[in-house]
């Protein structure tokens, strides 16, 4: 917190063509209950979307700000421009919120609270509940496996409940809703953008960690997400999605992984493999697979990313 009375928040939203959900997301976060001595702006941050927002915002939102990058920088980097906008312009607290999600009105006010309870926590994050059934999680926090897909998300899918109403230090918060304190990004610097998109939260947090800060999940914070509305939805298996998650998590192990945890998720890996790609291609799914042998191949070599042949740019 600033030396200021106020506390200062900036929302950021990416958009990348998906200008309906931005809009929803804009107005839940207009509706929000704000708590005493304090402010909430929203920044759109448009990521190089084929049809420009601006237009629909000046109607919806008048007063929401667009900040264009021209080209599609991924959500690292559409992110990291949102950041650099708000701590340039004094923000305490930058809240990144995936166009896709809606915040409920009361979401705020509880990451704030235990914000101040816990001055080193530099990111705080929300209860994710699935917008097809609000009843269930898509997410509460994450934690790093080492197995084939890296990582698992906590509470994935499970009934709603006290299990997840509490309030604690975790692994690494999911980047659809994250509160980052200023002073920890000016520390540890915004996403590596060399991620594009997937683990860069995942990253984030482990350099975080080590500077001394902690991520801390708090149940009485709570978002609604339409779960992969940006990348073919949660039932598409196969697209960048897969790609950039494979590919993630070796660019992840590079960087934070000792010898012997990277020595298991290739064995992970490699022992799971034919059964992923008989199940998958039971299912007509085989092609999810190649692209996630692509990805990880891609990552052992240092390969550039294909953003063209992945829609991507």
């Not at 006010?109 to 994710?128: N, Q």
């Not at 953008?193 to 080590?210: I, K, L």
């Not at 598409?236 to 999605?241: A, I, V």
Request: aromatic share 10%.
């Amino acid at each position: 917190m600033s030396d200021r009375q106020v506390q200062r928040v900036m929302a950021v939203v990416l958009n990348w063509n998906g200008l309906e959900d931005t809009l929803a997301c804009v107005r839940s976060l207009l509706a929000v209950e704000l708590p005493a001595a304090v402010t909430l702006d929203v920044l759109v941050v448009d990521n190089g979307s084929r049809q420009s927002p601006a237009a629909a915002l000046r109607e919806a939102a008048p007063q929401v700000p667009i900040l264009f990058t021209g080209r599609n920088l991924g959500y690292a980097g559409g992110n990291n421009a949102g950041l650099a906008y708000a701590i340039a312009r004094g923000s305490d607290f930058v809240w990144v919120i995936n166009n896709d999600a809606v915040v409920e009105p009361g979401a705020l006010g509880p990451l704030l609270a235990a914000g101040a309870r816990t001055p080193r926590a530099g990111v705080l994050g929300s209860k994710i509940l699935r917008a097809d059934d609000p009843s269930r999680l898509w997410v509460a926090w994450g934690r790093v496996t080492w197995r084939q897909s890296l990582i698992a998300l906590e509470g994935e899918d499970a009934a709603d409940g006290p299990a997840f109403d509490g309030e604690h230090d975790v692994e690494w918060i999911p980047g659809c809703a994250v509160l980052f304190r200023a002073q920890t990004l000016r520390e540890v610097g915004f996403f590596d953008e060399s991620f594009f998109a997937y683990h860069e939260d995942v990253d984030w947090a482990a350099r975080a960690w080590r500077a001394g800060w902690s991520s801390r999940y708090v149940g009485a914070s709570r978002v609604v997400h339409r779960v992969h509305g940006s990348s073919g939805g949660a039932a598409f298996y196969g697209g960048f999605r897969k790609y950039l998650s494979a590919r993630n998590s070796v660019l992840y192990a590079r960087k934070h992984g000792r010898w012997w945890q990277i020595a298991w998720m290739a064995a992970c890996i490699l022992v799971t493999l034919p059964f992923q790609f008989l199940r998958r291609a039971l299912r007509g799914e085989a092609g999810g697979v190649r692209i996630k042998i692509r990805g990880w191949r891609d990552g052992v070599t240092g390969r550039p990313l294909p953003l063209e042949e992945l829609g991507l740019r």
